[in-house]
């Protein structure tokens, strides 16, 4: 009985909390963030959307927390949990992973004047402008949206 009722409350959270296949009211942001979202992670829907000055910041269904500046362009975007689709991040960047982390887990995406990856192995790859690449571990890099 005991594992049963732990899959039925399982189930009803799914459902309440769970990812629908529509936006919920809270998520009125624009149509280039709804785009990003729906290409990029198709099977999660924003739940919820802060604004703040000229940013937003998303919360999908599945865990992913996004924050976009003021011309919709992604900056932060994390899952903790799940990989994050290693096409946001192509050119250079997708090179470099495929040759020195083939199969590492992508949890955190950050663009501001470089970018960061951070990487299920508990490493941050920091890119410079230049694509140069530092690495640190996880907990030596600040990696908290700036929103």
């Known amino acids: 009985m005991g594992r049963l009722h732990v899959y039925a409350m399982t189930i009803f959270g799914l459902l309440i909390a769970g990812c629908t296949k529509e936006d919920r009211p809270e998520s009125q942001v624009s149509e ?14 924003i739940i ?7 940013g937003v910041q998303v919360t999908l269904c ?12 992604w900056t932060w975007i994390e899952n903790r949990e799940r990989a994050l689709p290693c096409g946001i991040v192509s050119g250079p960047i997708e090179e ?3 040759a020195h982390y083939p199969e590492a887990r992508i949890l955190l995406l ?6 960061r ?5 508990e490493v941050v790859l ?3 402008e230049d694509f140069q690449v530092t690495v640190q ?3 030596d890099v600040d990696v908290i949206p700036i929103f």
């Open 32 to 45: 280039t963030v709804k785009s990003f979202c729906l290409q990029w992670f198709p099977n999660e829907r």
């Open 48 to 54: 919820a959307s802060e604004r703040s000055g000229d």
């Open 110 to 115: 950050e663009h501001r004047k470089g970018y």
């Open 62 to 73: 599945g865990g992913t927390m996004a924050v976009f500046d003021a011309s919709d362009n």
């Open 137 to 139: 571990p996880w907990e």
């Open 96 to 98: 470099y992973l495929a």
């Open 117 to 121: 990856v951070g990487l299920e192995s």
């Open 126 to 128: 920091t890119f410079n």
